[in-house]
Structure formats: structure tokens, C-alpha cells
């Protein structure tokens, strides 16, 4: 059975050497739900958290 870091490190690795798009990978975030919100955020290089403002 394969695993959610399994389906978390071949996402990534996938991006990274452009063989996925941003819309490949949000395939796999939703509806498939083989990774989570942030696991998709991180992999596409967005943030994962809000911005805090520094004053």
C-alpha cells in the first residue's frame, strides 16, 4: 500500500523536475486527498501560513 509520504515525495519530485504543472498537482490535493492543503502549498512554493506583519 502506498503510503501519504510516498504520494507526498513523488508529487514533489515530479514538480520539480516539470514533469507535473500546478494544476497536476492540485489534482492530487483535491479531490483526489493523496496530499494535504499544506503538503500542496509547500510543493508549489506558496506559503503555508499567513504572513505576519513585522512593525
Known sequence: MLTAEW???????YYEL?????????KYYSPLK????????????EPT???KDVE
Open 49 to 51: 501560513e499567513e504572513p
Open 7 to 13: 504520494w507526498y515525495e513523488s508529487i514533489k519530485n
Open 34 to 45: 493523496k496530499i494535504n492543503e499544506e503538503q500542496y502549498k509547500e510543493i508549489i512554493g
Open 18 to 26: 516539470d514533469i507535473y504543472k500546478k494544476e497536476d498537482v492540485k
